[in-house]
């Protein structure tokens, strides 16, 4: 392509520049347009991974204590919603020009990851204090 982008402008020939560098950003836009499908794709299959877990979880959730049980189920909801903003930004920023919502479901991903890892902890020292308690 740089070969071709240089002999061109030796020849002078402005015409054939400005189609070569139209070919560039086209094939830049499809790749582009690749990688955003795969990207939505893969959090898509994120969302429903994270769906069927929080099935499973919801039928067995009476196996485990309840506040471990509740934190468990908090965690998954926060991704399947976290997941899916991301999914539903990834489509308007594809296929429509809306910075606005854009911007709302950035910030609403941003704060439900934020509320992820403090809930990750919770549920980590509920279950260390629920393991020591069995011991004694």
């Known amino acids: 392509m740089f070969f071709q982008f240089s002999n061109a402008m030796n020849n002078d020939s402005l015409a054939e520049c400005l189609s070569l560098l139209v070919n560039i950003s086209a094939c830049e836009d499809s790749t582009r ?12 299959l994120c969302v429903i991974f994270f ?18 049980s509740f934190y468990i189920s908090l965690l998954v909801l926060a991704y399947i919603l976290c997941d899916s ?13 809306d910075p606005e919502t854009g911007r709302v479901l950035e910030i609403l991903a941003s704060i439900i990851y934020s509320y992820i890892l ?10 260390l204090a629920a393991t020591i308690l069995v011991m004694r």
């Open 33 to 44: 347009h690749a990688f955003d499908i795969v990207y939505i794709v893969s959090y898509s």
């Open 51 to 68: 769906l069927v877990l929080f099935g499973i979880h919801f039928t067995i959730r009476y196996t485990f204590h309840p506040v471990f």
């Open 85 to 97: 903003a991301i999914v539903v930004y990834a489509i308007f920023a594809q296929f429509f020009d």
């Open 118 to 127: 403090p809930l990750v902890f919770f549920a980590t020292v509920e279950r």
